[in-house]
Protein backbone atom coordinates (compact mmCIF):
# COMPACT_ATOMS: atom_id res chain seq x y z
CA UNK A 1 0.00 0.00 0.00
CA UNK A 2 1.17 3.23 -0.83
CA UNK A 3 1.99 5.93 1.70
CA UNK A 4 -0.76 8.82 0.34
CA UNK A 5 -3.11 5.98 0.13
CA UNK A 6 -5.85 5.48 2.90
CA UNK A 7 -8.27 2.57 3.67
CA UNK A 8 -11.11 1.28 5.70
CA UNK A 9 -13.99 -1.18 5.79
CA UNK A 10 -17.67 -0.32 5.58
CA UNK A 11 -20.28 -2.53 6.75
CA UNK A 12 -23.19 -2.02 5.14
CA UNK A 13 -26.72 -3.58 6.42
CA UNK A 14 -29.90 -4.01 3.77
CA UNK A 15 -33.70 -3.51 5.23
CA UNK A 16 -35.65 -3.65 1.97
CA UNK A 17 -34.81 -2.32 -0.77
CA UNK A 18 -31.73 0.22 0.24
CA UNK A 19 -28.72 -0.80 1.85
CA UNK A 20 -27.57 1.37 4.79
CA UNK A 21 -23.68 1.84 6.26
CA UNK A 22 -24.13 0.64 9.97
CA UNK A 23 -20.19 1.02 11.18
CA UNK A 24 -16.61 2.09 9.73
CA UNK A 25 -14.29 0.16 11.23
CA UNK A 26 -10.05 0.24 10.28
CA UNK A 27 -9.26 -3.03 10.54
CA UNK A 28 -10.29 -5.82 7.83
CA UNK A 29 -10.02 -8.96 10.42
CA UNK A 30 -12.48 -6.73 13.13
CA UNK A 31 -14.75 -5.91 10.15
CA UNK A 32 -15.94 -9.50 9.03
CA UNK A 33 -16.04 -10.71 13.27
CA UNK A 34 -18.88 -7.42 13.42
CA UNK A 35 -20.63 -8.54 9.98
CA UNK A 36 -20.98 -11.57 11.40
CA UNK A 37 -22.52 -10.63 14.47
CA UNK A 38 -24.88 -8.58 12.59
CA UNK A 39 -25.71 -11.49 10.23
CA UNK A 40 -26.48 -13.64 12.99
CA UNK A 41 -28.75 -11.31 15.01
CA UNK A 42 -31.21 -11.24 11.77
CA UNK A 43 -31.91 -7.71 11.81
CA UNK A 44 -31.11 -7.32 8.48
CA UNK A 45 -31.82 -8.83 5.48
CA UNK A 46 -28.59 -8.67 4.23
CA UNK A 47 -25.34 -7.75 5.67
CA UNK A 48 -22.01 -6.82 3.04
CA UNK A 49 -18.45 -5.70 3.71
CA UNK A 50 -16.68 -3.27 1.58
CA UNK A 51 -13.66 -2.56 1.55
CA UNK A 52 -12.68 1.50 0.60
CA UNK A 53 -9.86 3.28 -0.49
CA UNK A 54 -8.58 6.31 -1.66
CA UNK A 55 -5.42 7.43 -3.34
CA UNK A 56 -3.82 10.56 -2.69
CA UNK A 57 -1.64 10.94 -5.79
CA UNK A 58 -4.52 9.94 -8.04
CA UNK A 59 -7.70 11.39 -6.30
CA UNK A 60 -9.15 8.06 -7.03
CA UNK A 61 -11.77 6.06 -5.13
CA UNK A 62 -12.10 2.34 -5.13
CA UNK A 63 -14.31 -0.31 -3.40
CA UNK A 64 -13.95 -3.55 -3.27
CA UNK A 65 -16.70 -6.53 -1.80
CA UNK A 66 -14.95 -8.82 0.65
CA UNK A 67 -17.95 -9.86 2.91
CA UNK A 68 -21.25 -10.65 2.00
CA UNK A 69 -24.61 -12.52 3.24
CA UNK A 70 -28.10 -12.71 2.19
CA UNK A 71 -27.14 -9.93 -1.06
CA UNK A 72 -29.48 -11.83 -3.27
CA UNK A 73 -32.82 -11.06 -3.16
CA UNK A 74 -36.21 -12.89 -3.17
CA UNK A 75 -37.48 -13.73 -6.37
CA UNK A 76 -40.97 -12.72 -7.52
CA UNK A 77 -44.01 -14.03 -7.67
CA UNK A 78 -43.69 -12.48 -11.24
CA UNK A 79 -40.67 -13.02 -12.28
CA UNK A 80 -40.43 -15.49 -15.69
CA UNK A 81 -37.93 -17.41 -17.58
CA UNK A 82 -38.28 -16.22 -20.65
CA UNK A 83 -37.49 -19.18 -21.83
CA UNK A 84 -39.33 -21.47 -24.77
CA UNK A 85 -40.62 -24.77 -22.85
CA UNK A 86 -40.52 -27.36 -25.11
CA UNK A 87 -44.62 -28.84 -25.06
CA UNK A 88 -44.30 -32.97 -25.20
CA UNK A 89 -48.51 -33.40 -24.52
CA UNK A 90 -51.12 -31.05 -25.70
CA UNK A 91 -52.12 -29.71 -22.61
CA UNK A 92 -48.54 -28.64 -22.58
CA UNK A 93 -49.59 -25.99 -25.29
CA UNK A 94 -51.99 -24.79 -23.47
CA UNK A 95 -50.57 -24.35 -20.37
CA UNK A 96 -49.28 -20.64 -19.45
CA UNK A 97 -45.45 -21.12 -20.01
CA UNK A 98 -46.99 -23.10 -23.61
CA UNK A 99 -48.76 -20.32 -24.51
CA UNK A 100 -45.74 -17.85 -23.26
CA UNK A 101 -43.55 -19.87 -25.52
CA UNK A 102 -45.72 -19.53 -28.59
CA UNK A 103 -45.56 -15.97 -28.64
CA UNK A 104 -41.66 -16.07 -27.56
CA UNK A 105 -41.76 -17.96 -31.17
CA UNK A 106 -44.48 -16.37 -33.32
CA UNK A 107 -44.66 -12.80 -31.98
CA UNK A 108 -44.09 -10.82 -35.18
CA UNK A 109 -46.55 -12.81 -37.06
CA UNK A 110 -49.28 -12.50 -34.01
CA UNK A 111 -48.82 -9.15 -33.88
CA UNK A 112 -49.03 -8.80 -37.28
CA UNK A 113 -52.57 -10.36 -37.53
CA UNK A 114 -53.33 -9.01 -33.97
CA UNK A 115 -54.35 -12.41 -32.35
CA UNK A 116 -53.36 -13.92 -29.50
CA UNK A 117 -52.19 -17.77 -28.95
CA UNK A 118 -55.12 -19.08 -26.83
CA UNK A 119 -56.86 -17.29 -30.32
CA UNK A 120 -54.20 -19.65 -32.61
CA UNK A 121 -54.97 -22.37 -30.26
CA UNK A 122 -58.57 -22.80 -30.31
CA UNK A 123 -59.54 -21.16 -34.05
CA UNK A 124 -59.02 -23.55 -37.17
CA UNK A 125 -59.03 -20.51 -38.91
CA UNK A 126 -55.68 -19.00 -37.49
CA UNK A 127 -53.94 -22.23 -37.66
CA UNK A 128 -55.03 -22.60 -41.29
CA UNK A 129 -53.29 -19.27 -41.75
CA UNK A 130 -50.37 -19.82 -39.95
CA UNK A 131 -49.60 -23.36 -41.70
CA UNK A 132 -50.01 -21.83 -44.98
CA UNK A 133 -47.61 -19.32 -44.15
CA UNK A 134 -44.48 -20.34 -45.46
CA UNK A 135 -42.12 -21.82 -43.14
CA UNK A 136 -43.51 -19.97 -40.13
CA UNK A 137 -44.53 -22.84 -38.27
CA UNK A 138 -42.23 -25.06 -39.43
CA UNK A 139 -38.96 -22.70 -38.00
CA UNK A 140 -40.99 -21.96 -34.34
CA UNK A 141 -41.11 -26.33 -34.33
CA UNK A 142 -37.11 -26.39 -34.91
CA UNK A 143 -36.29 -22.82 -32.55
CA UNK A 144 -38.02 -25.27 -29.65
CA UNK A 145 -36.11 -28.58 -30.72
CA UNK A 146 -33.12 -26.79 -30.62
CA UNK A 147 -33.42 -25.50 -27.29
CA UNK A 148 -35.37 -28.40 -26.09
CA UNK A 149 -32.17 -30.49 -24.22
CA UNK A 150 -32.76 -34.02 -24.82
CA UNK A 151 -29.34 -35.67 -25.56
CA UNK A 152 -30.94 -38.57 -26.42
CA UNK A 153 -32.35 -37.41 -29.73
CA UNK A 154 -31.33 -35.81 -32.58
CA UNK A 155 -33.12 -32.72 -33.28
CA UNK A 156 -34.76 -34.25 -36.18
CA UNK A 157 -36.33 -36.63 -33.63
CA UNK A 158 -38.11 -33.96 -31.34
CA UNK A 159 -38.80 -31.61 -34.34
CA UNK A 160 -41.30 -34.71 -35.25
CA UNK A 161 -41.92 -35.26 -31.15
CA UNK A 162 -43.11 -31.45 -31.15
CA UNK A 163 -45.37 -31.83 -34.82
CA UNK A 164 -47.29 -34.79 -33.57
CA UNK A 165 -48.57 -32.77 -30.60
CA UNK A 166 -49.36 -29.94 -32.61
CA UNK A 167 -50.96 -32.24 -34.76
CA UNK A 168 -53.00 -33.68 -32.22
CA UNK A 169 -54.07 -30.50 -30.95
CA UNK A 170 -55.33 -29.53 -34.45
CA UNK A 171 -57.69 -32.64 -34.13
CA UNK A 172 -59.04 -31.84 -30.90
CA UNK A 173 -59.88 -28.51 -32.52
CA UNK A 174 -61.69 -30.42 -35.40
CA UNK A 175 -63.75 -32.53 -32.81
CA UNK A 176 -64.63 -29.88 -30.70
CA UNK A 177 -65.61 -27.38 -33.58
CA UNK A 178 -69.31 -28.62 -34.01
CA UNK A 179 -69.82 -28.22 -30.37
CA UNK A 180 -68.70 -24.71 -29.77
CA UNK A 181 -71.40 -22.09 -28.84
CA UNK A 182 -72.03 -19.51 -30.58
CA UNK A 183 -71.54 -15.40 -28.50
CA UNK A 184 -72.68 -13.39 -31.65
CA UNK A 185 -75.30 -11.60 -29.32
CA UNK A 186 -72.49 -10.94 -26.48
CA UNK A 187 -74.59 -13.12 -24.13
CA UNK A 188 -72.05 -14.70 -22.15
CA UNK A 189 -74.19 -15.84 -18.95
CA UNK A 190 -77.16 -18.12 -20.75
CA UNK A 191 -74.25 -19.62 -22.39
CA UNK A 192 -72.58 -20.27 -19.01
CA UNK A 193 -75.54 -21.56 -17.80
CA UNK A 194 -76.09 -24.17 -20.94
CA UNK A 195 -72.37 -25.84 -20.23
CA UNK A 196 -73.51 -26.67 -16.59
CA UNK A 197 -70.98 -29.30 -15.82
CA UNK A 198 -69.55 -31.31 -18.71
CA UNK A 199 -65.77 -31.81 -19.04
CA UNK A 200 -64.24 -29.89 -21.46
CA UNK A 201 -66.45 -26.61 -20.80
CA UNK A 202 -63.45 -24.29 -20.43
CA UNK A 203 -61.65 -25.39 -24.14
CA UNK A 204 -65.17 -24.74 -25.36
CA UNK A 205 -65.89 -21.26 -23.91
CA UNK A 206 -62.27 -20.43 -24.70
CA UNK A 207 -62.99 -21.33 -28.56
CA UNK A 208 -66.63 -19.36 -28.33
CA UNK A 209 -64.55 -16.42 -26.94
CA UNK A 210 -62.03 -16.60 -29.55
CA UNK A 211 -64.84 -16.99 -32.73
CA UNK A 212 -66.63 -13.75 -30.81
CA UNK A 213 -63.41 -12.21 -31.34
CA UNK A 214 -62.50 -12.60 -34.96
CA UNK A 215 -64.98 -9.44 -36.27
CA UNK A 216 -63.20 -6.97 -34.36
CA UNK A 217 -61.02 -4.64 -36.06
CA UNK A 218 -58.51 -3.50 -33.55
CA UNK A 219 -57.33 -5.29 -30.47
CA UNK A 220 -58.21 -2.41 -28.75
CA UNK A 221 -62.01 -3.25 -29.80
CA UNK A 222 -61.20 -7.38 -28.83
CA UNK A 223 -59.65 -5.99 -25.52
CA UNK A 224 -62.97 -3.76 -24.72
CA UNK A 225 -64.93 -6.98 -25.76
CA UNK A 226 -63.39 -8.92 -22.95
CA UNK A 227 -63.41 -6.26 -20.35
CA UNK A 228 -67.11 -5.96 -20.62
CA UNK A 229 -67.47 -9.83 -20.22
CA UNK A 230 -65.95 -9.34 -16.52
CA UNK A 231 -68.55 -9.40 -13.79
CA UNK A 232 -68.00 -10.35 -10.23
CA UNK A 233 -70.82 -12.91 -10.92
CA UNK A 234 -68.59 -14.89 -12.97
CA UNK A 235 -67.41 -18.51 -11.83
CA UNK A 236 -64.11 -18.31 -10.94
CA UNK A 237 -63.11 -20.62 -14.15
CA UNK A 238 -64.79 -18.13 -16.27
CA UNK A 239 -62.95 -15.33 -14.96
CA UNK A 240 -59.56 -16.91 -15.37
CA UNK A 241 -60.63 -17.65 -18.86
CA UNK A 242 -61.27 -13.78 -19.23
CA UNK A 243 -57.93 -13.26 -17.32
CA UNK A 244 -56.13 -15.49 -19.74
CA UNK A 245 -57.46 -13.25 -23.52
CA UNK A 246 -56.81 -9.73 -21.45
CA UNK A 247 -53.38 -10.46 -20.33
CA UNK A 248 -52.18 -11.51 -23.92
CA UNK A 249 -53.93 -8.74 -25.06
CA UNK A 250 -51.99 -7.00 -23.17
CA UNK A 251 -48.54 -8.40 -24.44
CA UNK A 252 -49.33 -6.45 -27.67
CA UNK A 253 -47.55 -3.08 -26.84
CA UNK A 254 -50.27 -0.75 -28.38
CA UNK A 255 -52.60 -2.15 -26.43
CA UNK A 256 -51.99 -0.87 -23.20
CA UNK A 257 -50.94 2.65 -24.82
CA UNK A 258 -54.42 2.65 -26.34
CA UNK A 259 -55.81 2.26 -23.26
CA UNK A 260 -53.99 4.46 -20.89
CA UNK A 261 -53.53 7.41 -23.54
CA UNK A 262 -50.68 8.12 -25.15
CA UNK A 263 -48.45 10.68 -22.95
CA UNK A 264 -46.00 13.07 -23.84
CA UNK A 265 -43.72 11.52 -21.43
CA UNK A 266 -43.09 8.45 -20.36
CA UNK A 267 -42.93 8.40 -16.79
CA UNK A 268 -46.08 9.14 -16.48
CA UNK A 269 -46.68 6.25 -18.28
CA UNK A 270 -45.06 4.12 -15.98
CA UNK A 271 -46.67 5.62 -12.94
CA UNK A 272 -49.99 4.84 -13.79
CA UNK A 273 -48.87 1.07 -15.25
CA UNK A 274 -47.18 0.40 -11.74
CA UNK A 275 -50.30 1.75 -10.05
CA UNK A 276 -52.69 -0.30 -12.74
CA UNK A 277 -50.78 -3.28 -11.87
CA UNK A 278 -52.12 -3.60 -8.21
CA UNK A 279 -55.56 -2.19 -8.87
CA UNK A 280 -54.49 1.43 -8.01
CA UNK A 281 -55.26 3.75 -10.85
CA UNK A 282 -58.14 5.12 -9.01
CA UNK A 283 -55.91 6.97 -6.27
CA UNK A 284 -54.35 8.84 -8.96
CA UNK A 285 -57.05 11.40 -9.25
CA UNK A 286 -58.83 13.41 -12.80
CA UNK A 287 -57.40 16.09 -14.72
CA UNK A 288 -58.45 19.18 -14.53
CA UNK A 289 -60.78 19.07 -18.29
CA UNK A 290 -61.92 15.52 -18.19
CA UNK A 291 -61.43 12.20 -16.05
CA UNK A 292 -58.05 10.76 -16.00
CA UNK A 293 -58.83 7.19 -17.01
CA UNK A 294 -61.43 5.58 -19.10
CA UNK A 295 -64.45 3.26 -17.44
CA UNK A 296 -62.69 0.51 -19.33
CA UNK A 297 -59.49 0.93 -17.71
CA UNK A 298 -61.50 2.01 -13.87
CA UNK A 299 -63.61 -1.69 -14.77
CA UNK A 300 -60.05 -3.24 -15.20
CA UNK A 301 -58.42 -1.57 -12.20
CA UNK A 302 -61.48 -2.76 -10.41
CA UNK A 303 -60.60 -6.75 -10.70
CA UNK A 304 -56.92 -6.16 -10.05
CA UNK A 305 -57.58 -4.57 -6.97
CA UNK A 306 -59.19 -7.84 -5.74
CA UNK A 307 -56.25 -9.83 -7.49
CA UNK A 308 -58.98 -11.81 -9.67
CA UNK A 309 -56.90 -11.35 -12.98
CA UNK A 310 -53.18 -12.93 -11.64
CA UNK A 311 -52.25 -13.39 -15.24
CA UNK A 312 -52.85 -9.69 -16.42
CA UNK A 313 -51.09 -8.57 -13.21
CA UNK A 314 -47.92 -10.48 -14.28
CA UNK A 315 -48.29 -9.38 -17.94
CA UNK A 316 -48.37 -5.51 -16.76
CA UNK A 317 -45.48 -6.50 -14.23
CA UNK A 318 -43.20 -7.33 -17.08
CA UNK A 319 -44.41 -4.35 -19.56
CA UNK A 320 -43.10 -1.92 -16.52
CA UNK A 321 -40.11 -3.77 -16.02
CA UNK A 322 -39.55 -3.43 -20.13
CA UNK A 323 -40.96 0.29 -20.14
CA UNK A 324 -38.23 0.88 -17.61
CA UNK A 325 -35.31 -1.18 -19.20
CA UNK A 326 -36.37 0.22 -22.83
CA UNK A 327 -33.88 2.60 -24.62
CA UNK A 328 -35.84 5.62 -24.83
CA UNK A 329 -35.67 8.82 -22.84
CA UNK A 330 -37.87 8.76 -19.46
CA UNK A 331 -38.50 12.39 -20.57
CA UNK A 332 -37.18 14.95 -22.06
CA UNK A 333 -36.14 17.44 -19.42
CA UNK A 334 -32.90 16.37 -18.86
CA UNK A 335 -30.18 13.99 -16.73
CA UNK A 336 -31.56 15.27 -13.48
CA UNK A 337 -35.31 14.89 -13.89
CA UNK A 338 -34.87 11.44 -15.53
CA UNK A 339 -33.73 10.06 -12.20
CA UNK A 340 -35.86 12.03 -10.32
CA UNK A 341 -38.63 10.27 -12.19
CA UNK A 342 -36.96 6.92 -11.43
CA UNK A 343 -36.83 7.84 -8.10
CA UNK A 344 -41.00 8.51 -7.61
CA UNK A 345 -41.56 4.95 -9.78
CA UNK A 346 -39.22 3.70 -7.08
CA UNK A 347 -41.42 5.43 -4.15
CA UNK A 348 -44.46 4.31 -5.93
CA UNK A 349 -43.86 0.80 -6.30
CA UNK A 350 -42.75 0.76 -2.03
CA UNK A 351 -45.77 2.02 -1.23
CA UNK A 352 -48.08 -0.67 -3.96
CA UNK A 353 -46.28 -3.39 -3.31
CA UNK A 354 -46.58 -5.73 0.23
CA UNK A 355 -44.43 -7.89 -0.89
CA UNK A 356 -41.08 -7.06 -0.76
CA UNK A 357 -39.69 -9.36 -3.62
CA UNK A 358 -41.47 -7.83 -6.08
CA UNK A 359 -40.17 -4.10 -5.76
CA UNK A 360 -36.32 -6.08 -5.84
CA UNK A 361 -36.81 -6.94 -8.75
CA UNK A 362 -37.87 -3.99 -10.23
CA UNK A 363 -35.12 -2.02 -7.72
CA UNK A 364 -32.67 -3.89 -9.80
CA UNK A 365 -34.35 -2.78 -13.14
CA UNK A 366 -34.01 0.94 -12.27
CA UNK A 367 -30.60 0.73 -10.68
CA UNK A 368 -29.64 -0.65 -13.64
CA UNK A 369 -31.75 1.99 -15.83
CA UNK A 370 -29.57 4.93 -13.46
CA UNK A 371 -26.52 3.20 -14.21
CA UNK A 372 -26.70 3.55 -17.71
CA UNK A 373 -28.31 7.14 -17.70
CA UNK A 374 -25.10 8.40 -15.79
CA UNK A 375 -21.94 7.79 -17.49
CA UNK A 376 -18.92 9.76 -18.44
CA UNK A 377 -19.95 11.59 -21.59
CA UNK A 378 -23.81 12.41 -20.06
CA UNK A 379 -22.31 13.63 -17.17
CA UNK A 380 -19.04 15.41 -18.71
CA UNK A 381 -21.66 17.28 -21.15
CA UNK A 382 -23.64 18.43 -18.16
CA UNK A 383 -20.94 19.94 -16.13
CA UNK A 384 -19.57 21.93 -18.95
CA UNK A 385 -22.18 23.72 -19.40
CA UNK A 386 -21.80 25.09 -15.73
CA UNK A 387 -18.90 26.99 -15.50
CA UNK A 388 -18.38 27.64 -11.85
CA UNK A 389 -17.22 24.66 -9.90
CA UNK A 390 -19.21 25.96 -6.52
CA UNK A 391 -22.28 24.72 -9.22
CA UNK A 392 -20.87 21.85 -10.62
CA UNK A 393 -20.48 20.36 -7.35
CA UNK A 394 -24.45 21.51 -6.38
CA UNK A 395 -25.16 19.71 -9.56
CA UNK A 396 -23.91 16.39 -8.69
CA UNK A 397 -24.90 16.20 -5.28
CA UNK A 398 -28.32 16.87 -6.98
CA UNK A 399 -27.78 14.32 -9.48
CA UNK A 400 -26.65 12.09 -6.17
CA UNK A 401 -29.74 12.69 -4.42
CA UNK A 402 -32.06 11.05 -7.14
CA UNK A 403 -29.43 8.44 -8.48
CA UNK A 404 -30.70 4.78 -7.34
CA UNK A 405 -27.89 2.12 -6.58
CA UNK A 406 -25.03 2.06 -4.42
CA UNK A 407 -22.91 1.59 -6.97
CA UNK A 408 -24.75 5.06 -9.00
CA UNK A 409 -23.87 6.97 -6.36
CA UNK A 410 -20.33 6.35 -5.97
CA UNK A 411 -19.85 6.44 -9.93
CA UNK A 412 -21.36 10.28 -9.10
CA UNK A 413 -19.21 10.50 -5.95
CA UNK A 414 -16.09 9.83 -8.06
CA UNK A 415 -16.95 13.14 -10.28
CA UNK A 416 -16.77 15.08 -7.16
CA UNK A 417 -13.07 15.53 -5.85
CA UNK A 418 -11.54 15.79 -9.38
CA UNK A 419 -13.40 19.24 -9.52
CA UNK A 420 -11.84 20.19 -6.22
CA UNK A 421 -8.58 18.99 -6.57
CA UNK A 422 -8.32 20.98 -10.63
CA UNK A 423 -5.87 23.84 -9.87
CA UNK A 424 -7.58 25.76 -12.20
CA UNK A 425 -10.49 25.98 -9.73
CA UNK A 426 -8.62 26.90 -6.57
CA UNK A 427 -9.08 30.36 -6.89
CA UNK A 428 -12.77 30.06 -7.23
CA UNK A 429 -12.70 27.64 -3.83
CA UNK A 430 -10.85 30.09 -2.20
CA UNK A 431 -12.79 33.20 -2.79
CA UNK A 432 -10.27 34.79 -4.80
CA UNK A 433 -12.72 35.24 -7.68
CA UNK A 434 -15.68 36.90 -5.43
CA UNK A 435 -16.75 37.87 -1.88
CA UNK A 436 -14.15 35.25 0.23
CA UNK A 437 -16.87 35.22 3.06
CA UNK A 438 -19.78 34.53 0.78
CA UNK A 439 -17.50 31.68 -0.16
CA UNK A 440 -16.79 30.71 2.97
CA UNK A 441 -20.84 30.25 3.31
CA UNK A 442 -20.76 27.97 -0.31
CA UNK A 443 -18.32 25.77 1.38
CA UNK A 444 -20.17 25.68 4.53
CA UNK A 445 -23.40 24.58 2.33
CA UNK A 446 -21.66 22.13 0.04
CA UNK A 447 -20.15 20.23 2.84
CA UNK A 448 -23.56 19.60 4.96
CA UNK A 449 -24.74 18.42 1.62
CA UNK A 450 -21.55 15.94 1.44
CA UNK A 451 -22.63 14.34 4.84
CA UNK A 452 -26.17 14.27 4.20
CA UNK A 453 -25.05 12.28 1.23
CA UNK A 454 -25.66 8.77 0.68
CA UNK A 455 -22.20 8.49 -0.17
CA UNK A 456 -19.29 6.27 1.51
CA UNK A 457 -18.05 7.17 4.73
CA UNK A 458 -14.59 7.75 2.39
CA UNK A 459 -16.21 9.93 0.24
CA UNK A 460 -17.81 12.18 2.18
CA UNK A 461 -14.35 12.61 4.72
CA UNK A 462 -12.20 13.42 1.60
CA UNK A 463 -14.56 15.81 0.06
CA UNK A 464 -15.41 17.50 3.53
CA UNK A 465 -11.43 17.45 4.45
CA UNK A 466 -10.83 19.42 1.01
CA UNK A 467 -14.05 22.09 1.44
CA UNK A 468 -12.27 22.81 4.89
CA UNK A 469 -8.69 23.01 3.52
CA UNK A 470 -10.23 25.92 1.28
CA UNK A 471 -12.58 27.16 4.28
CA UNK A 472 -9.01 27.46 6.55
CA UNK A 473 -7.18 28.88 3.55
CA UNK A 474 -10.03 32.13 3.49
CA UNK A 475 -9.80 32.39 6.69
CA UNK A 476 -5.98 33.00 6.90
CA UNK A 477 -6.36 35.04 3.70
CA UNK A 478 -8.86 37.65 5.12
CA UNK A 479 -7.76 37.07 8.90
CA UNK A 480 -11.72 37.22 10.13
CA UNK A 481 -10.59 36.52 13.31
CA UNK A 482 -7.98 38.67 14.15
CA UNK A 483 -10.00 41.74 12.65
CA UNK A 484 -12.88 40.64 14.82
CA UNK A 485 -10.19 40.72 17.69
CA UNK A 486 -8.79 43.89 17.28
CA UNK A 487 -12.07 45.70 16.98
CA UNK A 488 -13.01 48.07 19.66
CA UNK A 489 -15.81 46.40 21.30
CA UNK A 490 -16.35 43.92 24.33
CA UNK A 491 -15.37 40.43 24.34
CA UNK A 492 -19.06 39.81 24.78
CA UNK A 493 -19.48 41.15 21.45
CA UNK A 494 -16.48 39.58 20.18
CA UNK A 495 -17.87 36.27 21.26
CA UNK A 496 -21.37 37.26 19.76
CA UNK A 497 -20.13 37.77 16.48
CA UNK A 498 -17.94 34.76 16.13
CA UNK A 499 -21.01 32.57 16.96
CA UNK A 500 -23.46 34.72 14.58
CA UNK A 501 -21.07 34.00 11.68
CA UNK A 502 -20.91 30.02 13.50
CA UNK A 503 -24.84 29.62 13.18
CA UNK A 504 -24.93 31.50 9.97
CA UNK A 505 -23.00 28.95 8.36
CA UNK A 506 -19.61 30.50 7.78
CA UNK A 507 -16.89 28.26 9.07
CA UNK A 508 -16.41 24.30 7.72
CA UNK A 509 -16.29 21.59 10.34
CA UNK A 510 -12.63 20.51 11.03
CA UNK A 511 -9.86 23.04 11.37
CA UNK A 512 -11.84 25.78 10.19
CA UNK A 513 -14.54 25.51 12.86
CA UNK A 514 -12.12 24.28 15.51
CA UNK A 515 -10.46 27.71 15.27
CA UNK A 516 -13.54 29.76 15.39
CA UNK A 517 -14.53 27.87 18.62
CA UNK A 518 -11.66 28.01 20.33
CA UNK A 519 -11.23 31.70 20.37
CA UNK A 520 -14.96 31.70 21.18
CA UNK A 521 -13.78 29.82 24.30
CA UNK A 522 -11.07 31.60 24.85
CA UNK A 523 -13.47 34.56 25.36
CA UNK A 524 -15.88 32.85 27.47
CA UNK A 525 -13.05 31.93 29.90
CA UNK A 526 -11.77 35.27 31.11
CA UNK A 527 -13.32 36.19 34.30
CA UNK A 528 -16.44 38.23 34.51
CA UNK A 529 -17.89 36.93 31.07
CA UNK A 530 -21.09 36.07 32.27
CA UNK A 531 -21.80 38.77 34.49
CA UNK A 532 -20.21 41.39 31.57
CA UNK A 533 -23.07 39.52 29.48
CA UNK A 534 -25.98 41.09 31.88
CA UNK A 535 -23.97 43.90 33.85
CA UNK A 536 -26.39 47.26 33.71
CA UNK A 537 -29.44 45.14 33.44
CA UNK A 538 -32.35 44.60 35.92
CA UNK A 539 -33.87 40.40 36.54
CA UNK A 540 -35.94 41.50 32.81
CA UNK A 541 -33.44 42.39 31.04
CA UNK A 542 -31.28 40.04 32.15
CA UNK A 543 -33.39 36.93 31.71
CA UNK A 544 -33.56 38.49 27.93
CA UNK A 545 -30.08 38.81 27.54
CA UNK A 546 -29.20 34.94 28.94
CA UNK A 547 -31.73 33.54 27.24
CA UNK A 548 -30.62 34.93 23.56
CA UNK A 549 -27.42 34.25 23.93
CA UNK A 550 -28.07 30.50 25.28
CA UNK A 551 -30.32 30.32 21.82
CA UNK A 552 -27.20 32.11 19.80
CA UNK A 553 -25.25 29.15 21.27
CA UNK A 554 -27.12 26.40 20.45
CA UNK A 555 -27.63 27.58 16.95
CA UNK A 556 -24.01 28.30 16.36
CA UNK A 557 -23.91 24.71 17.52
CA UNK A 558 -21.22 25.51 19.82
CA UNK A 559 -22.77 23.83 23.11
CA UNK A 560 -26.52 23.09 24.45
CA UNK A 561 -26.67 24.72 27.85
CA UNK A 562 -29.28 24.15 30.61
CA UNK A 563 -31.97 26.44 30.98
CA UNK A 564 -30.33 30.40 32.60
CA UNK A 565 -31.53 30.92 36.36
CA UNK A 566 -31.56 34.86 36.44
CA UNK A 567 -29.37 35.92 39.09
CA UNK A 568 -31.16 38.48 41.61
CA UNK A 569 -30.17 42.30 42.24
CA UNK A 570 -28.03 41.41 45.14
CA UNK A 571 -26.46 38.15 42.93
CA UNK A 572 -25.13 40.36 40.57
CA UNK A 573 -23.44 42.75 42.38
CA UNK A 574 -21.87 39.68 44.10
CA UNK A 575 -21.30 38.13 40.15
CA UNK A 576 -19.94 40.63 38.48
CA UNK A 577 -16.35 39.22 40.47
CA UNK A 578 -17.73 36.28 42.03
CA UNK A 579 -19.43 33.31 41.38
CA UNK A 580 -20.63 34.18 36.92
CA UNK A 581 -17.09 34.52 36.49
CA UNK A 582 -16.11 31.51 38.06
CA UNK A 583 -18.16 29.64 35.94
CA UNK A 584 -17.46 31.41 33.16
CA UNK A 585 -13.61 30.71 34.00
CA UNK A 586 -12.79 26.86 35.06
CA UNK A 587 -10.05 26.58 37.27
CA UNK A 588 -6.78 26.57 35.76
CA UNK A 589 -7.97 28.98 32.76
CA UNK A 590 -8.61 32.43 34.39
CA UNK A 591 -5.56 33.68 33.42
CA UNK A 592 -5.90 33.62 29.61
CA UNK A 593 -6.12 36.37 27.44
CA UNK A 594 -7.00 36.06 23.94
CA UNK A 595 -4.13 36.59 21.25
CA UNK A 596 -5.64 36.76 17.49
CA UNK A 597 -2.06 35.26 16.83
CA UNK A 598 -2.26 32.01 19.09
CA UNK A 599 -6.07 31.58 18.47
CA UNK A 600 -5.72 30.70 14.79
CA UNK A 601 -2.96 28.68 15.16
CA UNK A 602 -3.75 26.73 18.39
CA UNK A 603 -6.12 23.67 18.93
CA UNK A 604 -8.71 23.60 21.93
CA UNK A 605 -7.71 21.00 24.42
CA UNK A 606 -9.58 17.65 24.38
CA UNK A 607 -11.22 18.56 27.50
CA UNK A 608 -12.51 22.31 26.28
CA UNK A 609 -15.60 20.99 24.87
CA UNK A 610 -16.10 19.59 28.41
CA UNK A 611 -15.16 22.70 30.28
CA UNK A 612 -17.29 24.40 28.30
CA UNK A 613 -20.50 22.57 28.62
CA UNK A 614 -20.26 23.58 32.57
CA UNK A 615 -20.02 27.24 31.71
Known amino acids: MSLGQSVHYEILGRRGNNWRILEVIPDRKNAVAAAEQLWGSRKYQGVRVVKESYDKATNEFASIEIYSRGANRKTSKYDQSGTISPCLTPDDLYTTAGRRSIWELLHNTLADWMITPTELLHNLDHYYKLYNAGTKLQNAVQRTAVAFENEQDSIQERMRKIQKVIDTALEIMKQNQPKVPSLEMGRLKPVIADMGEIKNRRFLLTAAIADYLKPAVTLGDKFGRIVAFLSAERPTWVLEILDQFLSELLMHEG ?40 DEVLRLNGFLSEGLLPQTARVLYDRLKTEIEAAKPINDRGLVEQLRALNRLLQALDALHKDSADVDTMYEALASRAGRLINSQVVGEMLYELKNPVDQVNALLDLEQVTIGMANKRMVANFILPILSRPEYESVFMGLDSHPIKRMNDLVKLQARVYEADLTEMHKRKIAERLDLFCRTILDNTQVLKKIHAMNISLQDKAKKILSMMADGYFTEGDCLNRAEHQVRVYMKQPGFTSGLIAGADRGQAEKILLDFKQLLERSGFVKVPEPTPATSEEEDVSSEGANADEAAPEGDEGDTPDADEDQASEPSPEAPQEQAKD
Open 255 to 294: VLVQLMGDKEQRDVFMEEVAHLQVGQVNMMGETERSPRFS
